[in-house]
């Protein structure tokens, strides 16, 4: 079986973790041989790096620009918004809807001749955290409406789309609804999982009495990387209608715990790599890449 396709995702994934948790922070732009230099340490290899950035460079995520003497990228405004529509599907879970704020309900009726489009659309709808709770409709806490518009724009579906926002007033409980959108059980096993893998690390972090900075920094992606995908399905649902047993509430708080340990010792360690005495120092793999590149 060919390595190669999981290969690339695993590069995209890093490096748009690698842009929202830390170029961001940085000022929006970032130094290519910099750039090699951190994402290799994290485990990518130059070549993959450099491919990673020149897709989204074609994405229209990165320009080229140069900060005294360095060569790197700037985000584009397309990135930031991308990446700020992603913090509110990656970071809502960590306050629960309220349930007096009610729910967006989105109604579709695609034709047949865009079933690509209609397909699309759905996978958005699923990735947002939205429930299928019918034929064709979606729901999920009205604080998605925002996101759920954006979605549907992009696809250019607006005109086939009835969106809502409302109370639940009667008929079908409520949580029995929710059990039928949301498969709750697999996502409680997502989070279960990485309570089970990163309480450990959280506890030995809580009382070391050093941390290496490069190990901050390739802890702290891997933790925003792993905690990317779980509030994907799973937009922050009220605890009114969750099992009482949720163990969402738990994860949320060991990530919160693992990224005040990493994030601060993470940039302070990639920080340098800003700069252009940094390039000049690059190590010997990282300046081929940059030199041999066709960014």
Same mark, same amino acid.
């Given at each position: 079986?060919?390595?190669?396709?999981?290969?690339?995702?695993?590069?995209?994934?890093?490096?748009?973790?690698?842009?929202?948790?830390?170029?961001?922070?940085?000022?929006?732009?970032?130094?290519?041989?910099?750039?090699?230099?951190?994402?290799?340490?994290?485990?990518?290899? =130059?070549?993959?790096?450099?491919?990673?950035?020149?897709?989204?460079?074609?994405?229209?995520?990165?320009?080229?620009?140069?900060?005294?003497?360095?060569?790197?990228?700037?985000?584009?405004?397309?990135?930031?918004?991308?990446?700020?529509?992603?913090?509110?599907?990656?970071?809502?879970?960590?306050?629960?809807?309220?349930?007096?704020?009610?729910?967006?309900?989105?109604?579709?009726?695609?034709?047949?001749?865009?079933?690509?489009?209609?397909?699309?659309?759905?996978?958005?709808?699923?990735?947002?955290?939205?429930?299928?709770?019918?034929?064709?409709?979606?729901?999920?806490?009205?604080?998605?409406?925002?996101?759920?518009?954006?979605?549907?724009?992009?696809?250019?579906?607006?005109?086939?789309?009835?969106?809502?926002?409302?109370?639940?007033?009667?008929?079908?409980?409520?949580?029995?609804?929710?059990?039928?959108?949301?498969?709750?059980?697999?996502?409680?096993?997502?989070?279960? @999982?990485?309570?089970?893998?990163?309480?450990?690390?959280?506890?030995?972090?809580?009382?070391?009495?050093?941390?290496?900075?490069?190990?901050?920094?390739?802890?702290?992606?891997?933790?925003?990387?792993?905690?990317?995908?779980?509030?994907?399905?799973?937009?922050?649902?009220?605890?009114?209608?969750?099992?009482?047993?949720?163990?969402?509430?738990?994860?949320?708080?060991?990530? @919160?715990?693992?990224?005040?340990?990493?994030?601060?010792?993470?940039?302070?360690? =990639?920080?340098?790599?800003?700069?252009?005495?940094?390039?000049?120092?690059?190590?010997?793999?990282?300046?081929? =890449?940059?030199?041999?590149?066709?960014?």
């Amino acid at each position: 079986m060919d390595a190669r396709p999981a290969a690339a995702r695993r590069s995209r994934t890093v490096l748009v973790t690698f842009l929202g948790a830390v170029v961001r922070k940085l000022g929006n732009w970032m130094p290519i041989a910099g750039t090699v230099d951190l994402l290799t340490q994290a485990g990518l290899d =130059a070549s993959s790096v450099r491919t990673a950035v020149f897709r989204l460079k074609q994405r229209g995520w990165l320009e080229a620009q140069t900060r005294s003497g360095v060569r790197g990228y700037a985000l584009t405004p397309a990135a930031l918004e991308a990446l700020a529509a992603g913090d509110e599907v990656i970071w809502h879970a960590r306050q629960p809807a309220d349930l007096a704020d009610g729910w967006c309900l989105v109604n579709f009726s695609v034709p047949e001749s865009a079933r690509a489009k209609r397909h699309q659309l759905t996978a958005h709808l699923a990735a947002l955290g939205f429930g299928n709770i019918g034929a064709a409709v979606w729901t999920a806490p009205a604080r998605m409406l925002p996101a759920a518009v954006r979605a549907i724009g992009e696809l250019d579906l607006t005109d086939q789309c009835a969106i809502f926002t409302g109370d639940h007033v009667g008929g079908q409980d409520l949580a029995a609804m929710v059990r039928k959108g949301w498969y709750l059980p697999e996502i409680d096993r997502r989070y279960r @999982e990485f309570l089970a893998d990163r309480t450990a690390e959280a506890d030995h972090l809580a009382t070391a009495a050093f941390v290496d900075g490069r190990d901050a920094f390739v802890g702290y992606l891997s933790v925003v990387a792993d905690w990317r995908k779980l509030p994907f399905r799973d937009p922050g649902l009220p605890p009114q209608v969750l099992p009482p047993d949720w163990s969402g509430p738990a994860a949320v708080h060991l990530f @919160e715990r693992l990224v005040t340990a990493l994030e601060g010792r993470a940039l302070a360690h =990639a920080a340098p790599y800003w700069s252009a005495r940094a390039r000049q120092g690059a190590q010997p793999a990282a300046q081929r =890449a940059v030199d041999s590149s066709s960014w």
